[in-house]
């Protein structure tokens, strides 16, 4: 929309909208300007914030529908791919969402969201070395990665590595994770591992 004021405008206020979790007023504004697409370019901005609006909104069906035409018209990338895995996980879509990952690492095999993602399937499968092996890969790719951190510091912690535990969990508050959260994620974990025992 470089040449286009108003609608560069519009997506603008879809965008500070979208940054306000204001997800259903952006996707009205992403829907005006979807009919006004004239490049691809264009057509990708549009669609991959409508996806993420669904995907915010917890509308992981909707989300998929988007990324899957997204696919169809030769628009999807690593990361699109790795969105629409997510939003298959999201729906316990498990082997959708694996398939969804290998074709996002194909894509770009640096692609750390999708290494986390990938590491967050294997560890609600319980498949905790596994689980720790793709979180370290997505570390190595972006060492500020907090999901990853986050995952490793309870992994770690639930299988009472203090040690290493203490050090992802110092990474993951350094990058942005809630401590309050974190704790209580960890003892959610925990309590649910004694539950199972």
Known sequence: FAEQKLNRNK???????????????????????RQTCKTADDYY????????????????????????????????DSRIY????????????????????KEALYLDKNNANTHVNIAHIYFSQHELDEAISWAEKALQIDPKLRQAATLLAIIYAITEQKNSAEKYRHIAIANGQDPDELKNAIDRYKNEQEEEN
């Open 45 to 76: 901005a549009i669609m991959l914030f409508v996806a993420l609006c669904f995907t915010r909104s917890e509308m992981y069906a909707e989300a998929t529908k988007i990324y899957q035409q997204m696919a169809n018209n030769e628009l999807a």
């Open 11 to 33: 997506l603008l206020c879809a965008v500070r909208l979208f940054d306000e979790g204001n997800y259903r007023k952006a996707m009205k504004y992403l829907t005006q300007l």
């Open 82 to 101: 790795s969105n629409m895995g997510f939003a298959y996980s999201q729906t316990g879509e498990t082997e959708k969402a694996m398939s969804c990952y």
